[in-house]
Every structure is written in C-alpha cells, then in structure tokens.
C-alpha cells in the first residue's frame, strides 16, 4: 500500500466552487488554525491556500478542522504562487483531534506495547500527510457506556535512537481503553492529525525522507517517500 502525501483540498483545486450567486465562491477541505479570537484567525488548506476569516469568528482552542468556508471572490489574490482569501465565513466545521508522537520508551512507560493494550485496525480509510501533520483515518473498535462513546488512545510511536539516514519507521497503535480483542466492542471511523513537525530533524539524510508505518492488524506497512518540507508547518511556508 503506497501512502498518499496529499489527499487534502488546495484552494488551487476543483474544490473550488462556484455558488449561484456569481461573487461568492466556497472551499472544503482540512486546514491548519493559527490565531486567537481576539486577534483573527487565518486557515491553511491542506494542499495549498489560506484564509484569513472574518472578524466575530471562534475557533478557540482549533489547532486542525475540517471546514467549509465562503469568500467574496474579490476577496481572493496570489501570494507567492498560493492562493491567499480574506474575510472568509466559516459555514460548517468540525475540530479534528491533534496527538503528538511519543518515543518508544514513553510508549512502553504508559504499557501500551504490551499485547492486551493493543487493538487492531479494522481498516485503513484515508491518509495524508501536508504541512507538518500525518493524518491518519481508521475503522477501530471502540468503548461505549452509559450511552456515551469512549474515544480510543491513539499513538504514534518512533525510536529516536534508532533512524536510518532517509528513513523513519513509525508504529501506529491505539487502546480502547476496553476489551480490545472487540468483544462487546462498537465499530466506528475515527480521524487524527499527528504532528510529526519535530520528526524530520531526528532522520539525517538528504531533501527526501522514506516513512513506514506499521499497523496492528494490517499485513503490510504503508510506505512512501516524504519531502522535508511535508515536515514543516504551513505558516512557515508563506
């Protein structure tokens, strides 16, 4: 299985559309949130593009989101080959939880190598990785009581005393904080953002890093090559 660097939406793509209203156009996508409410916010798509968003806007706390936003199009310009939007209208949204990789050894203090700790991955759905985030959907096993759903922990786990020039081997697991051999167990697709922003400084080498990630419950790991800029965050891009 090849691992997709990119299955975001750039402003610069077809998810660019037109509304019937001939000055307005809206963007779907994922995007990176810096800012305050005090101060504004600004969004970085996934693949390219960012929006400044209108004044009145709350994302407080947002560091990732899956957003729909509406601009004027007269609002839109070019910044260094990117497309830049000010004023945008968040339409509909939704907060994609962030988790920061841990080392092998913090992994095997908290005791989620051991077996018992470890659910499998039902699935693979969607990865992607742009802008100092790795984002990883899965169909897994989760807890429910009381009617309330359980979300699982999710781990991203590398040996940073153990990483060949070019190449980072990375180990994606997660604990259900239940019965994870899935007795009794509810089934769902879950999205996370890991910041792998800090992990291209520990692989030497050259402009290319080659990252394999091995799954519970998946035969074969995803590999593919990533740039070091896939590494860096988006606003240090611009």
Do not use: H
């Not at 970085?44 to 957003?67: F, P, V």
């Not at 290319?208 to 990630?213: H, L």
């Not at 419950?217 to 860096?232: L, M, W, Y």
């Amino acid at each position: 299985m090849i691992l997709a660097v990119l299955l975001g939406c750039a402003f610069v793509t077809s998810c660019v559309k037109t509304d019937v209203d001939d000055s307005k156009e809206f963007v779907s996508g994922y995007f990176t949130i810096t800012g305050s409410k005090d101060l504004g916010y600004t969004a970085y798509a996934d693949g390219g593009g960012k929006a400044t968003l209108a004044a009145g806007t709350d994302l407080s706390d947002a560091e990732r989101a899956q957003l729909s936003l509406q601009y004027n199009k007269s609002d839109k310009s070019q910044e260094g080959g990117q497309v830049s939007v000010k004023n945008a209208q968040v339409v509909s949204g939704e907060f994609v939880t962030v988790v920061k990789p841990v080392t092998l050894d913090e992994a095997t203090a908290k005791g989620v190598m051991e077996p018992g700790k470890r659910a499998k991955v039902l699935k693979l759905l969607d990865i992607w990785a742009y802008g100092g985030y790795l984002n990883i959907g899965a169909s897994c096993y989760y807890k429910q009581e009381n009617d309330k759903n359980i979300a699982p922990d999710f781990y991203l786990i590398y040996n940073p005393d153990y990483q060949a020039p070019n190449k980072l081997d990375l180990t994606f697991i997660y604990d259900t904080k239940g019965n994870n051999e899935g007795g009794g167990m509810r089934t769902g697709n879950l999205l996370r953002s890991y910041d792998i922003s800090k992990l291209g400084s520990i692989v030497p080498g050259n402009d290319s890093v080659e990252v394999k990630i091995t799954f519970d419950g998946i035969s074969d790991p995803v590999i593919s090559k990533f740039a070091r800029t896939t590494f860096v965050k988006p606003f240090a891009l611009y």
